[in-house]
């Protein structure tokens, strides 16, 4: 197999993340079409089913690439902070490494706010980000209380998320302040 071969998929699910994030900063998410997202990201329908099946499915693509940038700058330079600072590292590196997309967050979450089966399904995705941003700060997320500690994590983080969609402030003191009172 190829080099280009082997990162055709990739570069592929990438131009479908980048070209739904650029349709929601400009238009409203029920309004985008899979048809609509293909043809920006110039990929055929069938190669867009085969690496996605729906535009949420496009939403958890864009989560692990945010979750990937976060793990890869994650160091062991916390690891004698107490976990409150552990955690507020990292999900304010993970607010930072969304900014890119921070208009077509904001567009998608006010479209999906009164959507219960969207929300639902965007809480699975929530969880499984934050599994693995605790796990970098140090956050033991297994046994009796790791379910009650990853929901919760993942509140912290949709009520800190709000705040941080209207922040516009580049030191994003609002968005930190309202992080570290929900911790």
Do not use: C
């Not at 796990?135 to 949709?158: C, D, F, M, R, S």
């Amino acid at each position: 197999m190829t080099a280009q071969a082997s990162t055709a998929p990739t570069d592929k699910r990438k131009a479908i993340i980048e070209a739904l994030m650029d349709l929601a900063a400009r238009r409203s998410w029920h309004e985008i079409e899979i048809t609509d997202i293909a043809k920006a990201a110039n990929v055929s329908l069938a190669e867009f089913r085969d690496l996605f099946p729906s535009k949420g499915a496009v939403l958890g693509g864009l989560s692990r690439i945010i979750d990937k940038q976060v793990l890869e700058g994650t160091t062991d330079d916390l690891a004698g902070e107490p976990a409150r600072e552990r955690i507020f590292d990292v999900l304010m590196r993970r607010f930072d490494a969304m900014q890119p997309y921070k208009e077509a967050l904001r567009r998608i979450s006010q479209d999906l706010q009164y959507d219960p089966v969207s929300l639902a399904a965007l809480n699975q995705v929530a969880l499984n980000s934050q599994r693995f941003m605790l796990a970098a700060a140090g956050i033991n997320t297994e046994g009796p209380l790791g379910t009650l500690k990853l929901q919760g994590a993942v509140l912290v983080y949709a009520n800190s998320m709000r705040t941080w969609l209207e922040d516009d402030d580049p030191a994003q003191a609002r968005t930190m302040a309202r992080l570290d009172r929900e911790l």
